[in-house]
């Protein structure tokens, strides 16, 4: 029997629309240029809601204002191996949230790989499939149009959370 403990890999994403248009991010990943909502993975001592502002303001230079929870969304991704690379294959469990953003941060850098931003309206989204990063960049985007919103609170976070090695 294996001690391992298969965990899947916990991300979050910024959802944010205005007039009609979606923010979006173009970068750099092993497959190309992509296409991806402002999304990252969770970090220790903090919650998926302050994870998806930290990520929307690293790779938008925007400050995001959560409003609602879109949803959580499943995903798999596999990669077969290559010449120095083992095969990947990862489960993402992602937090997606829906809110807003001012305008960008003078002189704040976008992370790395992040190339630039985008306003995209749907129609847009939806002819650039080709070139997302993850089938829930789309999927997110239909959630949002079809008027998916679930409370902020719907997502308990415990005190441990916050407290160093977890205890409390």
Known sequence: MSTTRWTPS????????????????EEQTQEGLRLNNPAGHL?????TLQAAVRECLEETA???VPQALL??????????A??????????YLRFAYAGTVGEPEPGRA????????LWLTPDEIRASKAR??????????????AGRRHPLGLVTVD????????AA
Do not use: K, M, W
Not at 10 to 23: C, K, Q
């Open 110 to 117: 976008l992370d790395e790989p992040i190339v630039r931003t």
């Open 159 to 166: 005190p441990s959370v916050f407290v160093p090695g977890g």
């Open 71 to 80: 949803g959580v969304y499943q995903s798999r991704f596999h990669r077969p």
């Open 10 to 25: 916990v991300t979050v994403a910024a959802i944010i629309e205005r007039d009609g248009r979606f923010l979006l991010v």
């Open 62 to 64: 925007c400050h995001f």
């Open 132 to 145: 997302h990063r993850s089938p829930l960049l789309l999927a997110c985007i239909e959630d949002h149009l």
């Open 43 to 47: 970090d220790p001592g903090e919650s």
């Open 82 to 91: 290559r010449p120095g690379h083992a095969a990947e294959d990862i489960t």
